[in-house]
């Protein structure tokens, strides 16, 4: 039995190229080649104009095969739908949704496009992994073709309320594209929840128990909450203070007796990098015995700089910096460091060791993996504190952590005050309840688990799926959305047939 690992983006690595510490697509990787594989995707590159092609590479017992995008289909599929539309809505932010037909269309074509190649390469046997928002209808085309394989979904990302979900157009045939999957995970109990009504409201799913039944297909819809791989962060981080790495030694220097506090995102709007600016000053204005104490360093390296919102933000979170570093900072001493570059692993490891307390605070998050890491890089005999916001799905695991609500200034700049000023004994006694959730919950632990799932899943008597997801009627008004509630099928289902579904990666 292949398996074969779908995502938006595929890094084929140096042929002499070590493995990083932890990360998804290294336990992806090894994931492949326990067992041998086939990972494919979009190469990263843009071309003028399409030609399509798949070039193959072979890596030990792992096949790589990418094709690259044209410029019209990096705007429409990644840019666009994926990251203007599916992004924000999944991050329940219905304010900075920005539709096009043109891009969903763009979307649809390039799910369709990635079905066909990838259809030519599978054998009857393989088991196939798709993962992430840009790819959500990619298993309803594959089924289109005939393809009878069982395929898995996984969304890295929240799945919002019905409600929310319900206002992006043609949700409704997007959504019920899933049933063309086998098993679709999510990262907690809440985006499973809010996964399953959504079928049931958007397109008149039956549930019974963890299955969805949609017309003659019944997919199996679970959370599978992600990991990292703790034991080598763990090993990075002890190092790190044996053999640190340049950024850390001066950092250390820097730093003197200072305490840190850290925030590590992508720059995007989902991760509250202005929120928490601004919770860190309101911290100091209410405190102001620690003025000259303790610092702020937030490292965020730009992310999707093309997408207008986040060329906003990049200046929004310099303005709010600067404005906080003027009224609060003193002569010898800058309270916030905004540094906008990424570091190696063994460099965001040793950061984190050194910084009593990791700000986690998403306005909303899928996971979010680095609260994760700040646990698995502390000292165990003296730890740091973790503050996570309760919108992170981490938070659902991670309960022994300081819970905040990242819209609530105060509350945050209160909870920096208690991580500082917390007690060894009950520092330590929540870091050890919180190491032993990530220890048990690893990335081989999730992946294992995952592909579990999906080969005990009884496909036998699955129907073939005659269509896939309905291309944007040419019609000027908006399609009729339905909120049908267990009722007659809406225009999804009639477009996606009595079966079928979809998948994505940044
Ligand atoms: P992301 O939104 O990318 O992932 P997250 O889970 O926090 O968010 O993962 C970010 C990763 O990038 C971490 O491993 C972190 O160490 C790394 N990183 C961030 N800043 C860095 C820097 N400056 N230098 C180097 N590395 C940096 C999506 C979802 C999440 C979900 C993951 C995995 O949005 O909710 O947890 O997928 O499923």
Not at 463 to 482: A, N, S
Request: with cysteine; proline share 6%; glycine share 8%.
């Amino acid at each position: 039995m292949r398996l074969v690992i779908v995502s938006n983006r595929v890094t084929i690595p140096d042929r002499h190229e070590k493995a990083a510490a932890g990360g998804l697509a290294v336990a992806l990787r090894e994931a492949l080649e326990t067992q041998g594989g086939l990972w494919f995707g979009w190469s990263g590159a843009v071309v003028e104009t399409g030609a399509h092609e798949v070039r193959s590479t072979q890596r030990g017992k792992v096949s790589y095969a990418v094709t690259d995008l044209t410029e019209a289909e990096r705007q429409s599929y990644y840019l666009g739908f994926s990251n203007r539309a599916l992004w924000p809505n999944m991050h329940y932010r219905l304010g900075l949704t920005e539709f096009s037909r043109t891009d969903y269309t763009g979307y649809l074509a390039v799910n369709r496009r990635f079905a066909k190649a990838l259809s030519a390469m599978l054998d009857p046997d393989d088991v196939v992994w798709i993962h992430d928002y840009h790819l959500i209808p990619m298993a309803a085309e594959l089924r289109r073709r005939g393809v009878r394989n069982r395929i898995g979904y996984f969304h890295h990302i929240p799945w919002p309320p019905a409600e929310v979900f319900g206002a992006l157009p043609f949700s409704a045939t997007l959504i019920s594209t899933l049933a063309a999957y086998d098993l679709v995970g999510l990262q907690t109990e809440i985006d499973v929840r809010n996964l399953i009504a959504g079928l049931e409201a958007l397109c008149g799913a039956k549930r019974a128990g963890d299955r969805v039944r949609l017309g003659r297909r019944e997919t199996k819809v679970r959370a599978f909450p992600i990991g990292i791989d703790v034991e080598a962060f763990r090993k990075l981080a002890a190092l790190s203070v044996r053999a640190a790495p340049r950024p850390i030694k001066t950092t250390r220097e820097s730093l003197g007796e200072r305490q840190l506090v850290i925030g590590v995102d992508r720059l995007d709007y989902s991760k509250g990098i202005v929120q928490r600016l601004e919770a860190f000053g309101q911290f100091l204005r209410s405190h102001p015995e620690h003025s000259r104490r303790v610092g702020l360093l937030q490292i965020a390296p730009p992310s999707r700089s093309d997408v207008p919102e986040y060329a906003e933000l990049d200046r929004q979170s310099d303005e709010v910096a600067g404005r906080l570093n003027a009224a609060l900072g003193e002569f010898d001493w800058t309270p916030i460091r905004v540094v906008k570059k990424a570091y190696s692993r063994n460099a965001l490891a040793g950061f984190y060791r050194r910084a009593q307390v990791g700000l986690v605070t998403p306005m909303r998050d899928g996971m979010n993996l680095v609260a994760k890491e700040y646990v698995a890089a502390q000292d165990p005999l003296d730890p740091g504190v973790l503050v996570l916001s309760r919108f992170a799905g981490a938070a659902q695991q991670l309960g022994e952590a300081l819970i905040v609500n990242p819209y609530d200034t105060h509350e945050v700049a209160e909870a920096i005050r208690t991580a500082l000023a917390m007690p060894k004994s009950e520092r330590i006694r929540r870091f050890e309840r919180l190491f032993a959730t990530i220890a048990s919950t690893d990335i081989a632990w999730w992946t294992r688990r995952y592909l579990a799932a999906l080969s005990e899943i009884d496909q036998s008597d699955a129907p073939p799926v005659r269509t896939g997801p309905q291309q944007p009627p040419r019609r000027k008004q908006p399609p009729k959305l339905q909120l049908v509630g267990g009722a007659a099928p809406n225009e999804a289902l009639a477009a996606a047939g009595a079966a079928s579904s979809r998948s994505s990666r940044r």
